[in-house]
């Protein structure tokens, strides 16, 4: 019966979120009028696949050093293989089989599966982070009206005030990641005692 189990998981589970992505892209694409006003380029299909996997390398390569400074013992070559195939959780609503995908792949890496799903989570926040602040920094204010625009004349508009403020969450993540590590910890020791170990803590007191 773990067998059993232990082949679904490892197999069942990647095939089942594979589909799942495959249903929402297909229903996505076959939306009545979505093509009339785009023109694809197939040109650009191969620099945009270069450049989205230079990107999500780096993004790898951090989350494997988040893992090892966890105390894992993670390879770039296996911190990047879980970091890319969990990719495909993210086009799942709630996108929290993003996680799932990293503890089911690097549950034996000299870590608990807790620490592989905070590390997913810190890495998550912090690639959120630097996305909203360069968007802010960089966006022209052109394309911010272009992109208000746009959501208007679907019957929605952007909040209504300054971009700059968006920010303010990018400033608030670390206090957010250190409050996460330290709540993990107290449960750690309510499940485990006081002698309980304790994940190390983002910034020193």
Known sequence: MRRLLRFTWKFGVPLLVAAAVGWYFYTKLAQPGLWSSVTPRVGWLLPAAVVYLVA????????????????????AATGLRAYFISQMGKYVPGKLLVIVIRIGMLGNIGISRTAVGI???????????????VGIVLLPELLWEGLRLQLQARGRD?????????????????????G?????????????????RQLPRVAGG
């Open 56 to 75: 999500y390398t780096v993004w790898g390569l951090y989350y494997v050093i988040l893992l090892n400074n966890q105390g894992a013992h993670a390879s």
């Open 158 to 178: 952007l909040p209504p005030f300054h971009r700059a403020w968006l920010i303010l969450p990018v400033v608030l993540a670390p206090i957010g990641l250190v």
């Open 180 to 196: 996460l590590n330290r709540f993990v910890n107290r449960v750690n020791r309510w499940r485990h005692g006081p002698d309980a």
């Open 119 to 133: 590390t997913a989570m810190y890495e998550s926040l912090v690639w959120v982070g630097a996305g909203a602040l």
